[in-house]
């Protein structure tokens, strides 16, 4: 027999799926959108191989995840096979089945064991830019609004050890002008998707046409901008527009930058900017902890990755053997 209270009165019923939205609406912020998307783009992607070989994506078994790293060994690297099979087991425990993509699965974890092995599992970034190809790039930039939207991007971008994002995302009341030049507040990056929000001083440069500070308030100056957006699109006309550059808008702007140099646009992007003041701060003298201090990242092993290659030289034994 039913008692009253069994019976979930209609206004508890109503709060139940409001709350019921809302944790929905949580557990998808729980995840970046660019998260978000890439794991919904690497599902596609297993669902279609699987179609495609008349195989089942769900449930699937470990014999198909490991045909399916295989197949994509040559073509992609190992972080990016891990990233799959994090999807693929994340797909399995939402629909309440166990995953056949984790590395406790024998026939799976000795697959991408092998895979490492034999393909290696070190990845080519971007080459990192120095000082002296900064300023060869603000010379070569053109005398217009265009070009000092550009110089006050790629010198904020490259004193701030900025990503991409971070940079499209910075608007005029993020950042504030004091006596030794600029504090950059972030409110939300890769490493802070919470939105505890980080601060990046920006001081003022030894040279007036390559100083970030004077190169961004030069902007601002001549956009006649206030507020919203730091920088924007400029139209084949011209014409400044109300929207924020995109994150790939960055990137294409320092390769135009770097192609205007004679470098060759395709070893070089967005993340040029952020490993190049890892690399010549610290060629430069500033310790690891500094310029994790200044660029946010979280990981010693990921700063020392920037910069292994350019220290070589540097204290090498083999040059103080007098010969």
């Known amino acids: 027999m039913e008692t009253d209270s069994d019976v979930v009165p209609a206004s508890g019923a109503a709060e139940l799926i409001r709350l019921a939205g809302e944790t929905r609406q949580f557990l998808a912020a729980a995840k970046a959108a660019g998260t978000r998307r890439a794991y919904r783009a690497d599902w596609d992607h297993f669902d279609a191989w699987c179609r495609h070989h008349s195989l089942d994506a769900l449930p699937a078994t470990p014999e198909t995840v490991a045909l399916y790293i295989t197949a994509l060994a040559a073509s992609h690297k190992p972080a ?4 799959r099979l994090t999807v ?4 399995h425990q939402a629909a309440g089945r166990p995953s056949p993509a984790s590395m406790q699965q024998t026939l799976v974890g000795e697959t991408l064991k092998g895979i490492r092995r034999t393909l290696g599992t070190a990845q080519t970034g971007k080459r990192p830019f120095f000082t002296e190809q900064v300023r060869a790039m603000i010379g070569a930039l053109p005398e217009n609004l265009q ?11 490259f004193a701030g050890g900025f990503r991409r994002s971070e940079l499209a995302g910075l608007a005029v009341d993020d950042i504030a002008n004091e006596k030794d030049g600029l504090v950059a507040t972030l409110r939300r990056s890769k490493t802070d998707q919470e939105g505890r929000g980080r601060k990046v001083a920006i001081p003022y440069g030894s040279h007036p046409e390559t100083c970030p500070v004077r ?3 030069d902007w601002l100056e001549a956009a006649g901008l206030e507020q919203g957006p730091v920088f924007r699109e400029i139209d084949r006309h011209g014409r400044l527009q109300g929207k924020p550059l995109h994150k790939d808008s960055v990137g294409l702007i320092v390769k135009r930058a770097a192609a205007r140099i004679g470098l060759d646009a395709a ?8 490993a190049g003041l890892a690399t010549q701060a610290y060629l430069n003298g500033a310790n690891e902890l500094a310029i994790m201090q200044q660029t946010g990242h979280r990981s010693l092993a990921t700063v020392r990755k920037y910069i292994r290659e350019q220290s070589l ?7 103080k053997l007098g010969l």
């Not at 070893?267 to 952020?274: D, F, I, M, Q």
């Not at 030289?313 to 040059?319: H, K, L, Q």
């Open 147 to 157: 070009g000092l939207r550009d110089r006050a991007l790629l010198l904020i971008g």
């Open 88 to 91: 693929i087991g994340l797909a």
């Open 313 to 319: 030289f540097r204290d090498n034994p083999a040059g």
């Open 267 to 274: 070893e070089y992007a967005g993340h040029s900017l952020r």
């Open 80 to 83: 990016t096979l891990r990233r």
């Open 215 to 217: 190169a961004y308030r």
